[in-house]
T-cell receptor, first 121, second 108 residues
């Protein structure tokens, strides 16, 4: 079954204790990204990766790190979590953009993982 | 800059039709997505428009006008299970940018 998995699904931790949220996809997708979702703010992108060893900052990268050593995995690292990082986190993957008729680029659907609810005390 | 606007909340009656609008201003345009998200769950794909016009998929349709920076999602024959948030998202010259979502409540 094609899917994006995240672990853990729920985590309560304390300020300053390093943590990693794993993300893995089995669809051979090049593009992966991390989002956080907060009430009233919607989904905001943290980091994204266009392919192995290529990562870029999204809209809210402060306090987060990522790595993309393998195509299927894209872990999110919080070196020193703080309470303002309490949120619902989603990992997503999709194929790359490609050109279709008329010079217009197209892109495949982003598939989202089930989410990780993180609470930092 | 990137800006995507959609209404915060809407309410509609079971069996009715509802239209959720989305306006966007982005650097470049490479497609617009609509996602459905139930509370506490992951967004799930509904539709993708890259060319102007209407895309129909069962009870759901999505319309795009690139010249106006405008899209809408049309839901017909509303069911209680359609109560959810609906997210508009645009790919421009940067990766996917989401609106804040429209929370739809379907009432009997």
């Amino acid at each position: 079954e094609a899917q994006v998995t995240q672990n853990p699904r729920y985590l309560i931790t304390v300020t300053g204790k390093k943590l990693t949220v794993t993300c893995s996809q089995n669809m051979n997708h090049e593009y992966m990204s991390w989002y956080r979702q907060d009430p009233g703010l919607g989904l905001r992108q943290i980091y994204y990766s266009m392919n192995v060893e290529v990562t870029d900052k999204g809209d809210v990268p402060e306090g987060y790190k990522v790595s993309r050593k393998e195509k299927r995995n894209f872990p999110l690292i919080l070196e020193s979590p703080s309470p303002n990082q309490t949120s619902l986190y989603f990992c997503a993957s999709s194929t790359r953009r490609r050109e279709i008729a008329g010079g217009i680029t197209s892109t495949d659907t982003q598939y989202f993982g089930p989410g990780t609810r993180l609470t930092v005390l | 800059g990137q800006n995507i606007d959609q209404p915060t909340e809407m309410t509609a009656t079971e069996g009715a039709i509802v239209q959720i609008n989305c306006t966007y201003q982005t650097s470049g345009f490479n497609g617009l997505f609509w996602y459905q998200q139930h509370a506490g769950e992951a967004p799930t794909f509904l539709s993708y428009n890259v060319l102007d016009g209407l895309e129909e998929k069962g009870r759901f349709s999505s319309f795009l006008s690139r010249s106006k920076g405008y899209s809408y999602l049309l839901l017909k024959e509303l069911q209680m299970k359609d109560s959810a948030s609906y997210l508009c998202a645009v790919i421009g010259n940067t990766p996917l940018v989401f609106g804040k979502g429209t929370r739809l409540s379907v009432i009997a």
